[in-house]
């Protein structure tokens, strides 16, 4: 048999991999390759779909944490709270900036930073709190905005596993001051190579980040101010228009697909299924389960062909690189476990029901052995 792969691209909805084909065709014989009217429509119809003000179109999603956190103001001697499991990423852009990162524990059941949490590391230092919507789950967002408002400080959200999620009918990355989108190939929007945007409503944002993505530049050769070069490319942009019109329809594939692991394996060994918080619409960017089981699960299922993934083995605080920030084994025990009993299964758009049906009885058996 076939094995199942993690992950694979595949053509989906049928007839979109020619669309995409298509449309990097017409932008090389449109003979604009940087800045042109690829990226300014992308940026429109972004920014539209999310009923956002505007996208800066960056050169991936770490560049737009960056300049997003740089909009903000953030910089030495600022702290910013975010939780510790995240991709490594969203502290590294912290320290990029050279603020401090505040790490903090997710919550057990959506895997999230809470404004609970939050609350607990605001200091007179605290400039802003960066919450990551994790696996395609938007955070308790209104509580998170009250907390920001009340403390002012900036509130950013790292929307880079969220394209298309939503809390309370709004669409993440339409809901803090600033959001940072990547569209690395494998996320919900994914280019053919690395991408990124910063969504924002407040125009002075929006014109810094416009500027600072370009080496300050207002015109050409007209620099207000320092900057770098991270833009979107032109050729990214025309691929990722073409996915953007079936964002939707992938992620109800998504929605789907996911449906059927949540009834196929409740009552599963000691497997714990994500939960979807009240008002949100969970885009499934990663399917985790957790099982004190997990190594040996994800050994079983590798020798039965089944590819699975770990989000994350090592929490930000203990890896080796971040040793600097002063903590230890123990102090972020939600993380921790984790870190430990987290395993996602294969789902993307495309994956076929034979295959899904093969994970669903290779978990099964696993657990009835
Ligand atoms: C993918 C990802 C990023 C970084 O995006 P790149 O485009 O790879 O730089 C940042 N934060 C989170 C949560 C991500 O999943």
Not at 28 to 41: F, H, I, N, T
Not at 123 to 147: D, N
Not at 230 to 242: F, I, M, N, V
Request: include cysteine.
């Amino acid at each position: 048999m076939q094995p199942v792969p993690y992950f694979q691209f595949r053509d989906f909805p049928a007839g979109l991999e020619a669309q995409v084909q298509q449309a990097l065709l017409d932008t090389v014989a449109g003979r604009q390759y940087v800045l042109g009217p690829q990226v300014e429509a992308f940026e429109r119809e972004f920014a539209a779909y999310l009923s956002a003000g505007a996208a800066v179109g960056v050169g991936n999603g770490y560049d737009a944490l960056v300049i997003a956190l740089k909009a903000l103001g953030v910089g030495a001697g600022d702290e910013v709270v975010l939780p510790v499991h995240t991709f490594i990423a969203t502290v590294n852009a912290v320290l990029q900036v050279g603020a401090t990162p505040i790490l903090a524990e997710p919550d057990k059941y959506t895997y999230n930073l809470t404004a609970e949490t939050a609350a607990r590391h605001i200091t007179p230092k605290t400039k802003a709190i960066l919450a990551v919507h994790l696996y395609g789950q938007v955070c308790q967002m209104e509580e998170l905005q009250r907390l920001a408002q009340s403390q002012r400080i900036k509130l950013l959200e790292d929307a880079a596993q969220a394209h298309g999620a939503t809390y309370k009918n709004k669409y993440a990355g339409s809901m803090g001051d600033a959001a940072a989108f990547s569209f690395y190939p494998t996320k919900n929007l994914g280019a053919l190579g690395d991408a990124g945007a910063v969504v924002t409503f407040d125009e002075t944002l929006e014109a810094f980040a416009r500027k600072y993505r370009n080496y300050g530049e207002s015109q050409k050769y007209n620099s207000e101010q320092v900057g770098i070069n991270s833009r979107l490319d032109e050729l990214q942009a025309a691929a990722l228009r073409a996915k953007l019109q079936h964002l939707e329809a992938m992620n109800r594939e998504r929605q789907r697909l996911a449906q059927v692991y949540l009834q196929e394996l409740q009552n599963t060994g000691d497997l714990i299924l994500p939960q979807t918080a009240p008002h949100c619409g969970h885009v499934y960017h990663i399917f985790n389960i957790l099982t004190k089981y997990r190594n040996e699960l994800q050994a079983y299922l590798q020798e039965q062909g089944v590819g699975t993934a770990i989000h994350y083995p090592v929490p930000a605080h203990l890896q080796p690189a971040y040793t600097f920030l002063g903590h230890r084994a123990g102090d972020f025990p939600v993380a921790e476990e984790l870190a430990r009993t987290s395993l996602s299964l294969p789902l993307f758009p495309g994956l076929t029901e034979v295959e899904q049906q093969r994970v669903v009885e290779k978990v099964k058996a696993f657990f009835g052995r």
